[in-house]
């Protein structure tokens, strides 16, 4: 009896040795996706997750690369052809933490696709097959949360850290701006952020000014912020539809700007008026139209050019359309109300001016030649109307010019003393503006921008790589 007593003791511990001993390793990018029976003794140590408590959640901290955060997680010691391999079923993106359900019947891997690189800590509960990934590299004092409306006005503390799931945002590379994007509620909104979940002592970014910032976003907002112990908002009330916003807040400057996402981003835009014989903006007269679009061009996708023969005998009258649906959709001009508004041209043949998501046209009694030049820019939304190729191609003054020297201080040569700057991103998000004729950008990571400087005259647009 002691005999069986004794192998029963030993039985007992084998399984439990047997339990506690399985393993997960993570194969992917970082790995080679060398599966865990290929991988040497040292790779097998450096990706496996293992339950030093024998409460089956398995862990491991490890540092992965920007642009490896690819893998699958695997049981045992196994191959590719194992039945016990584990993929993501979501999608997620990584700020602070991410909680994810895994499954072996998934075929969509483990990513993250803002991940810059950096320790993260990966606990995988076997009994419920849910992954949490906790970023390591961040504290949670570096990142801003959304408070206001769309949050439902939670105070940001760290019990109420659940409700700010979705609206937080974080410095990814360390330079001191923060990049995100939100929704807005149709029934207007309130907000500023919060840094830091900190209750009575948070610091809030606000506005820079003592009463509430109110504006909307059919277009951009660009302005200066303060931090402040109690919340003060940007707001708007009135908003007629719900949209979604993005926003740069550098830290450094103390700017942010916002700017929705109702721009238009199609291909084309349509010229409608008698050029085209008001053919109406429908698919009907595609065929019709195709001679009378503008085609969006290469350096930047909000900025649209075309090139027409017209007849300048008549009355030229004209507003642009960005899609084939009808008189009710899409509509640009030069004012909101329906009616023709007559303009003229300057000494060199050309008109500049805003645009405006509307119906009114422009109208001319007597353009001066044949050729109509058109240069749309829905991200400024500003036009250029020009009567000959040489007048297109010229800039609003022959001298303006700018220059980028090896400190990453951009130089504007213009004529008049009086000018002003805005600088955007590819994407069109505003980085920077001013009034001097020397930016400092140094803040700016290397990348393709554009610049607009205007005075009350005239507007030049160019481009520049910062290296």
């Given at each position: 009896?002691?005999k069986?007593?004794?192998?029963?003791?030993?039985?007992?511990?084998?399984?439990?040795?047997?339990?506690?001993a399985?393993?997960?390793?993570?194969?992917?990018d970082?790995?080679?996706y060398?599966?865990?029976?290929?991988m040497?003794e040292?790779?097998?140590?450096?990706?496996a997750?293992?339950?030093e408590?024998?409460?089956s959640?398995?862990?491991?901290?490890?540092?992965?690369?920007?642009n490896k955060?690819?893998?699958?997680?695997?049981?045992g010691?196994?191959?590719?052809?194992s039945?016990?391999i584990?993929?993501?079923e979501?999608?997620?993106?990584?700020?602070d933490?991410?909680e994810?359900?895994l499954?072996?019947?998934?075929?969509?891997n483990i990513?993250?696709?803002?991940w810059i690189?950096?320790?993260?800590?990966?606990?995988f509960d076997?009994?419920?097959?849910?992954?949490?990934?906790?970023?390591k590299?961040?504290?949670?004092?570096?990142?801003?949360?959304l408070?206001?409306?769309?949050?439902?006005?939670?105070?940001?503390?760290i019990?109420?850290?659940?409700s700010?799931?979705?609206a937080?945002f974080?410095?990814?590379?360390g330079?001191g701006?923060?990049?995100?994007?939100?929704?807005?509620?149709?029934?207007?909104?309130?907000?500023?952020?919060?840094?830091?979940?900190n209750?009575?002592?948070t610091d809030?970014?606000?506005?820079?000014?003592?009463?509430?910032?109110?504006?909307?976003?059919?277009?951009?907002?660009?302005g200066?912020t303060?931090?402040?112990?109690?919340?003060?908002y940007?707001i708007n009330?009135?908003?007629e539809?719900?949209?979604r916003?993005?926003?740069?807040y550098?830290?450094?400057?103390?700017?942010?700007?916002?700017?929705?996402d109702t721009?238009?981003?199609?291909?084309?835009l349509?010229?409608?008026?008698?050029?085209?014989?008001w053919?109406?903006?429908?698919?009907d007269?595609?065929?019709?139209?195709k001679?009378?679009?503008l085609v969006?061009?290469?350096?930047?996708e909000?900025?649209?050019?075309?090139?027409?023969?017209?007849?300048?005998?008549?009355?030229?009258?004209?507003?642009?359309?960005?899609?084939l649906t009808?008189?009710d959709?899409?509509s640009?001009?030069?004012?909101?109300?329906?009616?023709?508004?007559?303009?003229e041209?300057?000494e060199n043949g050309?008109?500049r001016g805003?645009i405006?998501?509307?119906?009114?046209?422009?109208?001319f009694?007597q353009?001066?030649s044949s050729?109509l030049?058109?240069e749309?820019?829905?991200?400024?939304?500003?036009?250029?109307?020009s009567?000959?190729?040489?007048?297109?191609n010229?800039?609003?003054?022959?001298?303006?010019?700018i220059?980028?020297?090896s400190?990453?201080?951009?130089?504007?040569?213009?004529p008049?003393?009086?000018i002003?700057?805005e600088i955007?991103?590819?994407?069109?998000?505003?980085?920077?503006s001013?009034?001097?004729?020397?930016?400092?950008?140094?803040?700016?990571?290397?990348?393709?921008?554009?610049?607009?400087v205007?005075?009350?005259?005239?507007?030049?647009i160019?481009?520049f790589?910062?290296?």
């Open positions: 009896m002691r069986i007593y004794f192998l029963g003791v030993v039985m007992s511990l084998l399984i439990g040795f047997s339990v506690s399985d393993e997960y390793y993570i194969v992917g970082m790995t080679g060398n599966a865990p029976k290929d040497s040292i790779e097998r140590e450096k990706y997750l293992t339950d408590d024998g409460d959640v398995y862990s491991l901290t490890i540092d992965i690369p920007q955060f690819n893998f699958v997680l695997f049981k010691l196994t191959d590719w052809n039945q016990d584990y993929r993501a979501e999608t997620f993106e990584l700020i933490k991410a994810i359900q499954t072996k019947n998934m075929s969509q990513s993250c696709s803002n690189g950096g320790e993260v800590q990966l606990d076997a009994k419920t097959e849910r992954l949490k990934i906790y970023n590299s961040i504290e949670s004092e570096d990142i801003l949360y408070v206001g409306a769309p949050t439902g006005y939670v105070e940001p503390t019990k109420n850290e659940d700010f799931e979705n937080k974080i410095d990814a590379d330079d701006i923060f990049k995100g994007s939100f929704s807005i509620p149709i029934d207007g909104f309130e907000f500023c952020f919060a840094k830091g979940l209750g009575d002592s809030y970014i606000v506005p820079d000014n003592a009463e509430v910032v109110k504006f909307d976003f059919d277009g951009k907002y660009f200066t303060d931090i402040a112990n109690t919340p003060r940007w009330n009135e908003l539809i719900a949209c916003v993005t926003f740069i550098d830290s450094t400057a103390n700017t942010i700007s916002f700017s929705s721009l238009n981003k199609s291909k084309y349509y010229l409608i008026g008698t050029p085209s014989g053919s109406a903006p429908t698919l007269f595609e065929e019709t139209l001679k009378w679009r969006n061009s290469e350096e930047n909000y900025l649209y050019k075309g090139d027409f023969e017209i007849d300048n005998s008549q009355q030229l009258i004209f507003m642009f359309y960005g899609e009808g008189w959709g899409g640009y001009g030069c004012e909101v109300i329906d009616a023709p508004y007559e303009y041209v300057d050309i008109y805003t405006v998501k509307g119906k009114g046209k422009w109208a009694s353009w001066p050729k030049y058109v749309v820019d829905l991200l400024n939304m500003l036009v250029k109307f009567s000959s190729t040489a007048s297109v010229k800039p609003c003054e022959d001298e303006t010019k220059f980028l020297d400190t990453k201080k951009l130089y504007i040569q213009a008049r003393d009086k002003e700057y955007y991103d590819i994407r069109g998000q505003l980085m920077i001013g009034k001097e004729k020397v930016a400092n950008i140094r803040h700016l990571l290397p990348s393709i921008y554009f610049i607009k205007f005075d009350e005259k005239n507007y030049y160019s481009k790589i910062v290296r």
